[in-house]
């Protein structure tokens, strides 16, 4: 068909064929996993519909899925299957509102809102109007083969602070869909195995049977990776850089600014990513990278790209060379995966950089461990175990809020936005807030460029770190009205909330339109 195949995905084809409604599917970054739905969607089309009508692949971030939907339409097209059955469907791209189409990848948040009573694209009328046609992407849901892919990124508790919501919304969503017998395969790469163990527990509790497939001796990716460390990353990667190609991730946006500022004034061939860059801009930034790929999405010697946790998974990208901060096990092992992705030897460097975003323990702990294996594999994950030992891992209330909410029908949508008024939101520990930055704001004015691509999201405390710098200059209404005065009045309401996204719709607001964005480096 165009694609190379591995042994453990055409094994899961035949779990699938064999009627097998939940398989729990390991296998190590850069395996080409993704590819399974593909392999799916192109059976549908050439005529078996055993398992389902369509597919729906759910992965944890927007970047991933907007980078997968361009890879699942030039495969189609290479294999002369339909490209318009296949769409991308998030909070930023609205390709398939109902999930319509045979071929959807979507953000697990979209899809969750979205199985229980809540379609995002409706979020306004449900909050005016106390109306939203749930069932519908729900009917189509519950007709589909479910993936849900990078399993470990949504799933490992926030260990830095006890948040528990992903993985208690996820747990509740495997049984919800399995309950109503969705076929569903679970996709995962680094999963601890104290946190897979209390998946397998709550799956038996409700009588819900699963296979188990992962990678076997006779189907191996041969890589070698060498650890070491550094205390200079940027002359380290302009060094290695003559020769090789390097990713350096920071933890922390100002980080990977302040790094790539570094880079260039030493005219050094740089790139950066993080999320604070602007899709529009984020697009041509990995079209100028891949220009510089050779086979197999290889980089060429000679290019650095700097990058946040952006690139932890799902980009398929390749390098020689690693240089990353200190992070959690899981996420050293998905960084690491994008070094020698086909095969070969790699070299990764840890940075001496105290860290603020993770817990300080357990990344202390990754580091000691790291200096004394200088090794990279699953028993890293391993360190988990002592921090995760007394974890309330499900959050009791939620999840039978959840459970209760799928199966009865008295509840609505107006019951799901009871509980994000609650939660604020089921995913992520911090709300998420749309911004345009006033200069790309100019762009959607004269060539209509769609406002999810020059939207960025910010947490509450960036939000207010803008509100107070005096960077917010007005806001977009429902209906794209920009409005520069009296709208203080509304952000100050916002803020004593406890969720702003959720409450936004209160006041007409669509986005914030900031000034201070640079295309060349995003929102500092």
């Known amino acids: 068909m165009g694609w190379n195949t591995r042994d453990l995905l055409i094994e899961l084809m035949e779990l699938l064929d064999a ?25 549908l089309l050439n005529g078996n519909r055993k398992l389902g009508n369509r597919i729906i692949h759910v992965l944890p971030l927007r970047t991933i899925g907007d980078d ?11 294999t002369n299957s339909k490209t318009d059955e296949i769409a991308v469907q998030h909070m930023g791209v609205s390709e398939s509102p109902l999930f319509t189409h045979r071929f959807v990848i979507t953000t697990l948040d979209t899809f969750i809102l979205s199985l229980y009573k809540l379609p995002p694209f409706e979020i306004e009328k449900a909050i005016k109007f106390h109306k939203s046609h749930f069932e519908v992407p729900r009917g189509f849901i519950m007709s589909s083969i479910v993936v849900l892919d990078e399993f470990h990124l949504y799933s490992i508790p926030k260990v830095e602070n006890n948040d528990n919501r992903a993985f208690t919304t996820t ?44 990678r076997s001796p006779k189907d191996p990716i041969e890589r070698h990776i060498s650890v070491n460390f550094t205390n200079d990353p940027i002359n380290d990667a302009i060094e290695l850089s003559k020769e090789k190609s390097v990713l350096l991730i920071r933890n922390e946006v100002k980080d990977a600014i302040d790094t790539y500022v570094k880079l260039k004034s030493k005219n050094v061939k740089t790139y950066l990513l993080h999320s604070r860059i602007a899709e529009i801009d984020r697009h041509d930034i990995f079209d100028n990278i891949r220009e510089q790929n050779g086979r197999n999405r290889k980089a060429k010697k000679g290019v650095i790209v700097v990058s946040t946790q ?178 203080e009045q509304y952000i100050e309401k916002l803020l004593n909330s406890k969720c702003i996204s959720i409450n936004m719709p209160k006041y007409d607001i669509n986005a914030f339109l900031i000034k201070g964005y640079d295309r060349e480096i995003g929102l500092p």
């Open 310 to 487: 952006v690139m932890e998974a799902g980009v398929d990208l390749d390098f020689d060379v690693l240089i990353t901060d200190p992070a959690p096990p899981d996420s050293i092992i998905q960084r690491s995966g994008r070094v020698a992705r086909n095969g070969g030897n790699g070299d990764v460097l840890i940075t001496d950089k105290k860290d603020h975003v993770y817990d300080e323990k357990l990344v202390a702990s990754v580091y000691d461990y790291l200096k004394e294996e200088r090794n990279i594999n699953d028993k890293l994950l391993k360190i988990y175990d002592e921090f995760l030992k007394n974890y309330e891992y499900i959050d009791a209330k939620l999840f039978d809020l959840l459970i209760k909410l799928d199966v009865a029908p008295i509840f609505s949508a107006s019951t799901t936005l009871s509980i994000l008024n609650k939660y604020c939101n089921l995913i992520r520990d911090s709300d998420l807030i749309p911004i345009i930055p006033k200069e790309l704001y100019e762009l959607y004015k004269f060539y209509k460029e769609p406002l999810s691509k020059i939207t960025i999201a910010v947490d509450k405390n960036k939000f207010e770190e803008l509100y107070k710098n005096k960077k917010i200059e007005g806001i977009l209404t429902s209906e794209k009205e920009l409005k520069t005065q009296d709208y």
């Open 68 to 78: 997968m939907g361009i890879k699942m339409k030039q495969l189609a097209y290479n």
């Open 171 to 214: 747990v509740a969503t495997l049984i919800s869909l399995a309950k109503t017998g969705v076929p569903l395969i679970l996709s995962t790469a680094t999963l601890p195995i104290e946190v897979e163990e209390v998946l397998k527990q709550r799956l038996k509790l409700a009588d819900i049977e699963f296979e188990e497939l992962s």
């Open 19 to 43: 009627d097998k409604r939940f398989i729990i599917f390991r296998a190590p970054t850069g395996y080409g996993k993704s590819t399974i739905s593909f392999a799916v969607y192109y059976a």
